[in-house]
């Protein structure tokens, strides 16, 4: 016998680690994981359309002008009392359920102070 030491062969349990640790350093995707990769990247496509879509319509909206701001906002006090004498008949709004007044349109001064939406109602207070 010589004094040189036997070339070591491999057990087959050393093999499959062998196997398995080049696996994890090259791993090739199974079809599973490949369909998940292929959903994520679908939805961050719909999301970024999305996006586009929405970025697209606040450009659109900036764009557009306002043709009825002028009928809405703060008004002035001067702008909101009656320079002018009339003969227009003005009825308080404590009168309203009076019977003679039942049938008949009326005139009534007052600001709305408060609004409620029921339906295809809607209820005004008047002050």
């Known amino acids: ?3 040189e ?3 070591r062969t491999p057990t087959a ?10 696996a994890a350093a090259h791993p090739t995707p199974s079809k599973k994981q490949l369909k998940k990769d292929a959903r994520r990247a679908e939805k961050a496509a719909a999301a970024q359309r999305q996006r586009q879509q929405h970025v697209h319509a606040q450009a659109e909206a900036k764009q ?17 009392q009656s320079k002018a004498v009339t003969d227009r008949s003005w009825t308080r709004v404590r009168d309203l359920g009076a019977a003679e007044l039942r049938d008949r349109s009326v005139l009534v001064l007052g600001f709305v102070q408060s609004t409620r939406s029921f339906s295809r109602m809607t209820f005004l207070v008047l002050r």
């Open 1 to 3: 016998m010589s004094s």
């Open 5 to 7: 030491p036997r070339a």
């Open 13 to 22: 349990a050393e093999e499959l680690v062998a196997d398995l640790a080049s």
């Open 64 to 80: 557009a002008e306002d043709f009825l701001a002028g009928n809405y906002g703060d008004v002035p006090a001067e702008e909101t």
